[in-house]
């Protein structure tokens, strides 16, 4: 069991970020780092299914869970990401309960789902052990793949109690840069409609027994996220940990001088 399911199943916060670097080796040097999960993120990067199965063999190199927040909600990016052997995929912009019903249908193999079977890596090229029975492999594979609409819409927010419900919904991941700008006030995290929303997807979650996943500026605002009742928080993108790090360094630098 590595350190993700460990926390998760003793309660604990587990912390990751998003990848936008791109390749395998920045992928591999996150997964070294002692975070627990990384996000592909090829809504916003500018990744292929070919790199973004490198990046993932090389996170499941050592100790963190690879993610993918797929592109859209189309069959055909849910398919590829979890047959490239993504552990989880992270969905933006969901607007309604059928776009998540129809993503189960995508992600979650026969009976609980319709995803397509094939011998892919996620199966190790038709060599798993587990392939037999089939139908054990399905079951397996549904529970083990994590499977988060983000709540970023005003479609989302609206229909939350019954997505979070959804079997097969394993969980929900806000984003609250979109979800502020939905409700009217871009960036205002403040504002009684903004902590309001957020405690609705908390006790949506909550009342149905899934994650609650939110990105975060610090670590300081993922342990306040964590005290709120969020099970997961990625914490910025590998860029911004790049710039920083080295302006820091930098300034180190000038000071001592």
Do not use: W
């Not at 993108?237 to 630098?253: E, P, W």
Request: hydrophobic share 45%.
């Amino acid at each position: 069991m590595k350190p993700f399911d460990r926390k998760l199943t003793a309660g604990q916060g587990v912390t990751g970020t998003f990848c936008h670097l791109g390749g395998p080796a920045a992928a591999e040097c996150l997964s070294l780092s002692g975070l627990d999960f990384i996000i592909i993120d090829t809504e916003h990067g500018p990744f292929l299914e070919e790199s973004t199965g490198e990046m993932i063999r090389a996170i499941q190199l050592h100790d963190a869970e690879p993610f993918v927040r797929v592109r859209d909600s189309s069959r055909a990016a849910v398919l590829h990401a979890l047959d490239l052997g993504a552990r989880g995929i992270i969905v933006p912009d969901v607007q309604s309960v059928e776009e998540a019903r129809n993503l189960v249908t995508c992600a979650k193999y026969y009976p609980m789902g319709a995803r397509g079977f094939a011998f892919a890596r996620c199966a190790q090229y038709g060599f798993s052990p587990d392939l037999a029975p089939l139908d054990g492999y399905f079951a397996a594979t549904n529970r083990r793949t994590i499977l988060m609409p983000q709540c970023e819409t005003a479609g989302a927010l609206e229909h939350i109690e019954t997505i979070a419900a959804l079997d097969g919904i394993d969980g929900i991941f806000v984003g609250p840069y979109d979800l502020s700008v939905a409700l009217g006030a871009p960036a205002r995290f403040d504002t009684s409609a903004f902590k309001a929303a957020l405690s609705r997807v908390l006790q949506a979650c909550h009342d149905a027994g899934k994650l609650a996943f939110i990105y975060a500026n610090s670590m300081q605002e993922a342990r306040a996220c964590f005290e709120q009742g969020y099970q997961g928080a990625a914490i910025g993108t590998d860029t911004a940990f790049l710039v920083s790090a080295i302006r820091n360094m930098l300034q180190a630098r000038s000071s001592n001088a």
